[in-house]
């Protein structure tokens, strides 16, 4: 049965867990007794989410790709910017902070009130590849009935593309420089290209999750087996 979910998306700069833990957690115990399920998205990847927001906001020293037939990905694809050192080391360790902070505290919310919590990564939803965690979280949400919604199942097809797919080095025009300033502040591991991929155990450890809760991840289960054929059949 294809159950449909309402729900609503809150941003971390909009302080949310502040607010929900205000006056004794009087949030989180309302949401918790709606039946409220969580899902906690975040990127693995801060320094494509960093070049991302400086593209969107045209902050700095930005090469605009601006070729008048480029569809949208493909003209922030195609921009190169000058990032600032300091400031994207900053903002790239405030940002680490932000989703420990934001981590430990849902899970403790979780445990303390009783509700279903699914943390996910951006990353493990990209592509074809990413159908199946995308499956699941649809089956969270919805109670177990979002893995047989037909149609729903697999990702849409721009919905979660990555667009920033070659080396920092070929947008970053001052790669040296971020890279030297990341190193210098300890970010040796925001460096690694592994960071910007999908990653099998976590994205199994998402189904795992999603399937003790609910039947209704079967059919997401089914999915990966068959992704995961393929995959070896190309390779």
């Not at 080391?89 to 849902?106: D, G, P, W, Y």
């Not at 070929?170 to 460096?191: I, P």
């Not at 690694?192 to 999603?210: D, F, H, I, K, Y």
């Not at 399937?211 to 999915?223: F, I």
């Amino acid at each position: 049965m294809c159950v449909r979910a309402l729900g609503f998306k809150w941003m971390y700069n909009q302080h949310p867990l502040h607010v929900l833990g205000a006056s004794g957690d009087a949030g989180w115990r309302s949401l918790a007794a709606a039946g409220v399920r969580v899902v906690h998205l975040v990127r693995r990847d801060y320094l494509a989410m960093e070049v991302s927001r400086q593209v969107l906001k045209g902050e700095g020293n930005v090469d605009a790709f601006r070729a008048a037939n480029a569809t949208e990905v493909e003209r922030r694809a195609r921009t190169h910017v000058m990032l600032d050192p300091q400031k994207s080391v900053r903002l790239m360790k405030a940002h680490a902070a932000l989703i420990n902070a934001a981590t430990a505290e849902l899970r403790a919310a979780a445990a303390e009130h009783n509700f279903d919590l699914l943390e996910v990564a951006y990353e493990d939803l990209q592509g074809a590849r990413g159908a199946p965690v995308l499956c699941a979280v649809r089956a969270f949400v919805s109670g177990g009935g979002g893995g047989a919604c037909g149609e729903l199942v697999r990702a849409p097809a721009e919905g979660f593309l990555k667009i920033h797919t070659e080396p920092p080095p070929t947008y970053v025009k001052n790669w040296d420089d971020v890279e030297a300033a990341m190193r210098k502040a300890g970010l040796d591991s925001l460096l690694s290209p592994e960071r910007s991929q999908r990653n099998a155990t976590m994205a199994a450890g998402t189904l795992a999750a999603v399937a003790a809760m609910h039947d209704g991840v079967r059919e997401c289960m089914l999915l990966e087996r068959t992704l995961a054929a393929e995959e070896g059949e190309n390779r």
